[in-house]
């Protein structure tokens, strides 16, 4: 029988995909443009280039690039600790926080177990669940587009392994703040990993959210997710970490895909935090930039909730999403549009940031009541 024939006989059984993986929707990733007049604003990533540090640790490793990194990620993660003031012992790394996520509920959830976060948030938080098996359960986001964490409190039943916590909450922007944390975790069952996800933290104006160290020195059941990708600039070489009490750390470690942070992005990782004076400056250009469009949207009518990631949050029903998103795609402007839900603009440099201020005031005397 040929390979046309066995596709096409009527009894041929092929491999089938689980359930959980058939049924899965797929990551949406922002759009992408080749266009040099294309302003790429639907991607949470860094507008300016590598640091220079970095790139030239890129460079240096380049030659390395026919041996395998060191999968423990031992002077990466002894970097971090040194960083963050805890103990290698204490950090796991993987590709991108995503990757290190991944590596939490595959190493704590069983078929069944529930994992509870807010949504909107992170769009692959349901993604991940769903992969492993487990069950997740959203909870809907309070008037002010932030966690409402009494919610989430009561969603928690006998077989809940994780929460998620995502400050400042991607696409909106809110963080959650440090006493709001502290009384949750009061609340919460030790025995339940409570994930502080923090990949937008570096934009975070000070005391604006948790001090997550904080909360982890005092709370054993705390994990606090970070990554390489937002402020940092490496969104390209997928690099992210987690710390959390020594066992857990040790577990997810265990559960990473071998090899699965390059050599290059370790080394680039290491001299990004070496260069954090340079990372903050840029930083604070990010937050000048989010302050003067969100005073101007504000002032056109526009009504925002105050952001502290590197992005603006417009809530917008299907019908407002819709005419804006083709506003914007015919100013050659991409943004991320949620369906139902509303429109993120990540923050980018001047020139392109002043184009969408230009665009938004055109429609917001249409589009606002």
Sequence with gaps: MTRDQFLTAPDTALPTLRGAVAGLPPYVPGRRSAGTDIAALASNESHYEPLPAAAAAVAAAAGTMNRYPDSAAVELRERIARHLGVTAGEVAVGPGSVGVLQQIITGLCD??????????????????????????????????????????????????????????????????????????????????????????????????????????????????????????????????????????????????????????????????????????????????????????????????????GNFLWIRADEHLQARLVDAFDRAGILVRAYQGDGVRITVAAPASNDRVLRLLEAHAASTID
Excluded at 217 to 244: D, E, H, W
Excluded at 247 to 275: C, Y
């Design 111 to 308: 078929a069944g177990d529930e994992v509870i976060f807010a949504w909107r948030s992170f769009e692959a938080y349901p993604i991940l669940v769903e992969l492993a098996g487990a069950l997740p359960v959203r909870i809907p986001l309070d008037g002010a587009e932030g966690h409402d964490l009494d919610a989430m409190a009561a969603a928690v039943t006998p077989r809940t392994k994780v929460i998620l916590l995502c400050t400042p909450n991607n696409p909106t922007g809110v963080p959650i703040g440090h006493e709001r944390i502290e009384a949750f975790l009061q609340s919460v069952r030790s025995d339940i990993l409570v994930v502080i996800d923090e990949a937008y933290v570096e934009y975070a104006e000070p005391g604006s959210g948790p001090d997550s160290l904080a909360l982890y020195r005092q709370y054993p059941n705390v994990c606090i997710l970070r990554t390489f990708s937002k402020a940092y600039g490496l969104a390209g070489l997928r690099v992210g970490y987690a710390v959390a009490a020594p066992a857990i750390a040790e577990g997810l470690r265990r559960t990473a895909l071998p090899f699965s942070v390059s050599a290059l992005a370790q080394k680039a990782a290491i001299a990004s935090l070496d260069a954090g004076e340079e990372m903050e400056a840029r930083v604070d250009g990010v937050r000048k930039e989010r302050a003067r469009m969100a005073a101007q949207l504000e002032a056109q009518g526009w009504k925002l909730q105050p952001s502290q």
